[in-house]
């Protein structure tokens, strides 16, 4: 079975940094793009940030371009996402997730087939 876990949440002032972690055990990571979503109380769950199997190619929600960053290491089965200039509305349980194909990290969450459990991100004003 494919398990992914995230780490790296926390409490953080606007305008602060954190980077999440996600690390998948289990079948092939390295085929597969992955994303992030993020979903806030009383909110639907929202894309963030996806990145294709092969390094370079990114897609991000345009409200965090240029303040998130997406990465991949797979050679330790790891996604990461780097997030700086940090605002109050970023707060939300994020997850990443694994897509069902190599060349999709887009934005539908239909698409991925397996989800971590989730990691609290809360940005202080």
């Known amino acids: 079975q494919v398990q992914l876990v995230e780490s790296g949440g926390g409490l953080v002032q606007a305008g602060g940094s954190l980077r999440l972690s996600c690390v998948v055990s289990?079948?092939?990571?390295?085929?597969?793009?992955m994303a992030w979503f993020r979903q806030a109380p009383g909110k639907e769950r929202e894309f963030v940030a996806g990145?294709?199997?092969?390094?370079?190619?990114?897609y991000y929600a345009d409200s965090v371009k240029g303040r998130f960053t997406i990465s991949r290491d797979n050679a330790k089965n790891t996604v990461y996402l780097q997030m700086n200039s940090l605002k109050p509305e970023d707060t939300a349980v994020y997850y990443c997730?694994?897509?069902?194909?190599?060349?999709?990290?887009?934005?539908?969450?239909?698409?991925?087939?397996?989800w971590g459990q989730g990691t609290q991100v809360t940005v202080s004003s």
């Open positions: 997730a694994r897509s069902a194909r190599s060349s999709y990290y887009g934005e539908r969450a239909d698409e991925y087939n397996y």
């Open positions: 289990g079948r092939t990571f390295s085929s597969n793009a």
């Open positions: 990145i294709h199997w092969s390094v370079g190619k990114t």
